[in-house]
């Protein structure tokens, strides 16, 4: 056969092989060692396939299998430590367990991360994690209604079970922290201002929560106007801070490292003060204890997230009611 006239067959393969289709079938698709097929057969099949440039219809050849072992993922950024730890280790741990992990970046686009999951469908995936999704019981919908498990991390939905941060307890710890630093070190009791996020991001509200709730067992009111929710991006961070030029000692928490790095850029350009501010974040990044001003982290427990969401796979849900991942709180002590 002349390379290149026509397109290789399975039944070329045969040939080549001195071999049935239905045997060069069923190594193609993965079936060969319940067919008893030979090792040295399947190997001599395969080496002939890739020299042939025979590419496997995947979609047909997963229709014969039993299962496809495809777990796929969806993931709003990979903009920040956490959500590419979070794809890494999915990664890692899915494959320890037999599974072949899909992971796509949906850049927090509702009709991209539906797209995303009917095509991770299409190919019979056996389940889909979405993580941080702006609209998961759309995409939950969808899975039940085409039969595939669905599973909610980081962000919960109500029509799937939902592995999240312990977010509020976390903040909590994370205020009372730089609260007592701002004490401690500066001889200032609060309130202290909150920035970045979005109030309608559930994560976002629940930390918002633990943040005035901290404060509130103090006696320290919250203003409305020390409520700098924006936004995620470090523009935005920076920009709600642009008119506070304070004249003493504050506090800031900071509700992500992607809002860190504006909040980093507004206390570096100011003039005056800027040692008289104390401010710590929720999330995690190691170059953050070496930051000015910053008194602790919060780490998210992506191990332990994830374990949880992989116990999931392939049982029923019996609630969903959502499973609550405590955090880890990073101080960070003076001089350190």
């Known amino acids: 056969m002349e390379k290149g006239t026509k397109r290789t067959t399975i039944y070329d393969l045969a040939k080549l092989a001195d071999a049935s289709p239905s045997a060069v079938s069923s190594v193609l698709n993965g079936t060969w060692k319940k067919r008893r097929i030979s090792k040295k057969l399947a190997e001599r099949v395969m080496a002939i396939a890739e020299a042939q440039g025979y590419s496997v219809n995947v979609q047909a050849s997963l229709l014969r299998r039993e299962r496809s072992n495809i777990v796929g993922m969806i993931v709003p950024k990979y903009d920040n430590r956490y959500f590419g730890e979070i794809a890494e280790q999915f990664e890692m741990m899915a494959r320890a367990r037999g599974y072949f992990p899909v992971v796509t970046c949906t850049q927090r686009d509702p009709e991209l991360e539906f797209e995303a999951a009917k095509e991770l469908i299409s190919y019979q995936a056996e389940c889909l994690i979405s993580t941080g999704a702006t609209d998961p019981d759309r995409i939950s919908a ?130 005056s003060g800027a040692d008289q501010i104390r401010y710590g974040c929720f999330d995690w990044d190691p170059f953050g204890s070496f930051l000015p001003g910053n008194v602790g982290m919060v780490e998210q427990d992506v191990s332990s997230m994830l374990n949880r969401a992989f116990e999931l796979i392939g049982k029923p849900a019996t609630s969903n009611e959502p499973v609550l991942v405590p955090c880890k709180l990073r101080a960070f002590h003076p001089n350190s």
């Not at 969808?142 to 903040?171: E, K």
């Not at 730089?178 to 559930?202: A, K, N, Q, S």
């Open 142 to 271: 969808f899975c039940s209604a085409s039969g595939v498990q669905s599973i909610n991390l980081d962000l919960p939905g109500n029509d799937a079970p939902s592995v999240i941060s312990d977010n509020y307890t976390a903040a909590k710890d994370l205020t009372n922290l730089i609260l007592d630093r701002c004490e401690t070190e500066l001889g200032w009791r609060g309130p202290l201002r909150f920035v970045g996020g979005r109030l309608t991001d559930h994560n976002t509200a629940t930390r918002l929560k633990g943040f005035i709730s901290a404060q509130k067992e103090r006696s320290i009111g919250v203003p409305d106007t020390h409520i700098m929710a924006t936004g995620y991006s470090a523009q935005k961070a920076a920009q709600a801070l642009v008119s506070f030029r304070p004249d003493g000692p504050a506090g800031l928490f900071v509700n992500s490292t992607i809002s860190l790095e504006g909040v980093v850029g507004w206390h570096s350009k100011l003039e």
